[in-house]
């Protein structure tokens, strides 16, 4: 009798889902044939015809459309992989500041994650670019030799020239999530039982060596589960790029809808690469997720 | 990630087979009598042609031409709902009916026309514009081939995109395209310094620069990298509602050219009633004849119409004539017997 019940409410919610899903598909398919148009991808094959600021690989207009999404791919995976290092490495720090005995870095923490987490990030990356970095007036060069100078066209650090738009992505979206990944990393060492601190202070260990040694091993499976949820959020923000003028891959997608009058088809290729992008990260997340428990139960 | 898979492999499998091919074809004129107010997409942020004003109404030629196809189909120029929609908003807006017609600074091409392209139909160019380039006077650029190698700031998703790139292209000079969504950003980089130029229409510079603290600073240079004729545009495949606009639009033209105005037209009609000879601007007026009914409209819509906004010249000078706040030469937007190229075929 139960079985049967809850059977009948499962088929029931799979219909309803299901239904909803076939009014869009066919209400899709309907404005589609009444605009006159297929579906088709052929047009991936034309000639782009728009130059691209930044492009980590050769191109040129004259090449095609898929090759211009996939240097905006590429253009995504960059901003993506050095945020998500710098992001991890501010989060942590201020993290573990978050919980420190210093009480003037735990209030400087706290004041910083609130004000990160409680304004949104399309103004933090406006912030970023239009006053942090095109406010620069002239050139800010480092008082030793050329290792870092910055204007508003761009960091130039150590002969590598980052534009900026790239900096100011960059900037908005580590710090963004930086705030979070910090309480992340905070709830997984208060998640350690507090006898842990205890036990190790009593054994004669520093704080530092303990936090190392002793915390952070028991902290990282609480830890990583909330981590890999700020990574896939900060690969899905880094669309935003398209408000600060970087060609990532939304932005080359928005200009090939345009050119092209595809919108279905091109939405339909930036799901699948953002689903592709995220499940590497997921999948990656979870392979040392996997590792790390392996490591830690030895038995 | 099997799992995963399996989940998406059943669902597909589960929605084959559900899409349903009956279509319902009705005009999308149908749909705006019945709903009684016209949604037309708008850009919004170019003053002259669609901007907000201080008591939060917009105004523009755009936005007046919106007015004359509501007068027309609906009898009153208020019954429009306006959408602001950027740039690579507005072909998706009009092809999943969200709007009923764009009237939104849009280049007239032959990709956006086609069916095949962003299908498209375009009613008669309203305005004749040309991409042209924009630089701080301080910086002693004179010419495109002085800016080779610099930034230059342009909006995404526009016809300008392309012609920059053409331009540039054609005479092999590198440049560095700094793209951003709206115009409001491209100015916003320009003025910031991060370009050495910023490109768009040659009136959609004229009007950024009414905006700008200090606008002798800076100049439009000479070269003219495009024809860019704007048009008011519809979906395609709706005979009725993409006729109905172009003949308003002829009707703006044609008003102008027999010198009938928003002040004079109620004495023009008089003169019409009492004059059976006077043919032509009895069956322009809807005196007699059925060129309104031919077109799905009252007989009568070309008097709603220019009793509620003018005709085109009227417009013209309402907002971008020599006492507004954005003044461009006529030039070729004048009447074709004046010199110009806009040009009404006859209501017969």
């Known amino acids: 009798m139960k079985i049967s019940y809850k059977a009948t409410t499962q088929i029931l919610i799979a219909l309803i889902v299901i239904s909803i899903i076939c009014i869009l598909i066919n209400n899709l398919t309907v404005n589609l044939i009444k605009t006159g148009l297929g579906f088709s991808f052929g047009w991936l094959f034309r000639p782009a015809s728009f130059a691209l600021a930044e492009h980590p690989l050769p191109y040129s207009p004259s090449d095609s459309y898929a090759w211009a999404l996939f240097i905006g791919w590429l253009n995504s995976l960059k901003v993506i992989f050095y945020s998500l290092l710098l992001a991890t490495l501010i989060g942590t720090c201020v993290g573990l500041f978050r919980v420190g005995k210093n009480v003037l870095l735990r209030l400087v923490s706290a004041g910083y994650i609130a004000i990160i987490r409680q304004t949104p990030l399309l103004l933090q990356l406006m912030f970023w670019y239009f006053v942090a970095i095109l406010g620069i007036k002239g050139t800010i060069a480092s008082p030793i030799g050329s290792v870092l100078s910055i204007s508003n066209q761009g960091i130039n650090l150590l002969g590598i020239k980052l534009s900026a738009e790239f900096t100011s992505l960059l900037l908005g979206l580590s710090v963004f999530t930086s705030a979070y990944i910090a309480e992340v990393v905070r709830g997984g060492i208060n998640s350690v039982d507090k006898g842990q601190w205890e036990s190790f202070r009593s054994l004669g260990l520093k704080d530092s060596t303990g936090l190392y040694k002793i915390i952070i091993p028991q902290a990282l499976p609480a830890i990583l589960p909330g981590l890999t949820s700020q990574y896939l959020n900060l690969a899905k923000n880094s669309t935003l790029a398209i408000a600060v003028g970087y060609s990532d891959i939304y932005a080359i997608n928005d200009t090939i809808i345009n050119q092209t009058g595809r919108p279905i088809e091109g939405f339909i290729i930036l799901l699948l690469s953002f689903l592709f992008l995220n499940l590497i990260i997921s999948n990656g997340m979870e392979y040392l997720n996997t590792a790390i428990i392996r490591s830690s139960n030895p038995y | ?348």
């Open chain 2, 1 to 348: 990630m099997r799992r995963f898979f399996t989940g998406i492999l059943t669902f597909s499998m589960l929605l084959t087979g559900c899409v349903n091919s009956s279509i319902r074809t009705q005009s999308r004129l149908e749909v705006i009598k019945s709903r009684d107010s016209l949604i037309c997409g708008v850009s919004g942020k170019i003053p002259g042609f669609s901007f907000l004003n201080s008591n939060g109404s917009y105004q523009g030629l755009d936005v007046d031409i919106c007015k004359a196809f509501a007068a027309a189909f609906l009898g009153n120029p208020n019954k429009v709902q306006f959408r602001p929609l950027t740039a690579p908003e507005r072909f998706t807006a009009i092809r999943t009916g969200e709007i009923d017609l764009l009237s939104r600074n849009t280049t007239f091409n032959l990709s956006r026309d086609s069916s095949k392209g962003n299908g498209l139909i375009f009613a008669p160019i309203i305005f004749h514009d040309g991409q042209g380039l924009m630089v701080k006077k301080s910086s002693n650029l004179n010419s495109l081939y002085e800016l080779a190698g610099k930034s230059i700031c342009v909006g995404s998703g526009t016809t300008t995109e392309q012609n920059i790139n053409d331009a540039f292209e054609e005479k092999s000079l590198p440049y560095t395209p700094i793209k951003y969504q709206d115009l409001n950003q491209v100015v916003a980089g320009y003025l910031q310094g991060r370009c050495a130029a910023m490109t768009s229409d040659r009136s959609q510079l004229a009007a950024a620069r009414s905006g700008f603290r200090n606008p002798k600073a800076h100049i439009i240079l000479d070269d003219v990298l495009s024809k860019e004729p704007l048009a008011p545009a519809s979906a395609g495949g709706d005979q009725l509602l993409s006729d109905a606009m172009r003949w308003v639009i002829f009707a703006l033209f044609t008003a102008e050219e027999k010198g009938i105005t928003q002040s004079n037209i109620n004495q023009k009609l008089e003169i019409a009633k009492n004059n059976p000879q006077m043919k032509p601007l009895r069956r322009f007026l809807g005196v007699e004849g059925d060129l309104g009914e031919k077109l799905g409209l009252p007989n009568d819509f070309v008097i709603k119409v220019i009793s509620s906004t003018g005709n085109y010249g009227e417009m013209y000078n309402r907002h971008l004539g020599p006492n507004s706040k954005v003044p461009i030469p006529r030039g070729l937007n004048k009447i074709h017997n004046s010199g110009g190229l806009h040009f009404a075929p006859p209501f017969n």
